[in-house]
């Protein structure tokens, strides 16, 4: 057989696997997306599902364990994420042999509500601000049977700038080296203990929340998850705003919808511009990682051009909240 890096499986094939696994009769079956994890959207005569299977490339049976334990522990403590349904057998996963290795499914009620229209709005980035304080004050008790990479800031930094450099000239090599070092210095000496330092979701912003006509949020897509600082999911935010052009009352929003629930230090504010350049630097990293897969006509020069331009951008202190 041909050596085969990421297969693409038949939806007949998953829907008779979802059927035989779980005891439902889907109706249908389609392709929803491909990211870190193949999606596929399964409808029954009475509810939709999502059927997540992990790359084999990606996670570990490790990484999968830790993410999906901790949704089943946020779901128990009444934090509003879309958790794994359990098999007939008592599994929050199930084995795929693909052509490439071992794969992993999970099946998730489809999270109820959609995206927001447009992106956010102040109510929702509040709402939204709020529900990701309590996750991170749940999470500081988690303990899981899995182990998975922290989100380490260091490690991060690294790994993306190895990752990104070899592609850009000497000149936005220099460039990219003196801001990895010089944000580097700046969080040399953040603490790693509670409350800085919790279980984090990796990924939020408005694609991985719905929200219902009465503005019930459900967060999902927790792939990126792991213990790390909280202001990192704040940070995440904010580069993922910044970089779609969302207006700063969004930010202010979640923010403030944050501190509703928990206070943020002056450091953790005084350091937003800090760890926002590192998230888009890391999502840099991970675009690159799958145009380099999937998509290589992309890697163009502006590919390049735009990302680092816009981390200059994005260290204006005006764009980050005064103190």
Known sequence: MFPVFCSLLSIEAVAALVE???????????????GNSDVYLLETDHLSYIFKIYHHHLRSRQDIGFELQLLTYLKDDN?????????????????????????YGSLFLRAPGTVALGDLN???????????????????????????????????LESSTLEITPYLCKEQQAELISTHH??????????????YWTVCWGDPHSGNVHFTVDQSPTLFDFDQCG??????????????SLQSGL??????????GYQSQHLLSDLELSSLNYFTRIAHIWSWSISLSVAKCYDGCRLDSSFFTRRLQHLKRIASSELYPKL
């Open 247 to 256: 207006s700063s009352s969004i930010r202010s929003a979640l923010l403030s």
């Open 79 to 103: 934090i509003p994420v879309s958790s794994p349904i359990y098999t007939t057998k008592g599994d929050d996963h199930l084995e795929i042999e693909a052509p490439e290795g071992l794969r």
């Open 20 to 34: 035989s696994q779980y005891q439902l009769e889907i109706t249908s079956c389609q392709f929803w997306h491909r």
């Open 122 to 156: 102040p109510q929702q980035s509040y709402i939204l601000g709020a529900a990701l304080a309590r996750l991170h004050h749940s999470g500081a008790s988690f303990q899981s049977s899995f182990s998975r990479p922290p989100l380490d800031l260091e490690s991060i």
């Open 227 to 240: 213990y790390g600082y909280r202001l990192f999911d704040i940070a995440k935010f904010w580069q993922v």
């Open 182 to 195: 010089d944000l580097l210095n700046q969080i040399s000496n953040f603490p790693k203990e509670a409350p």
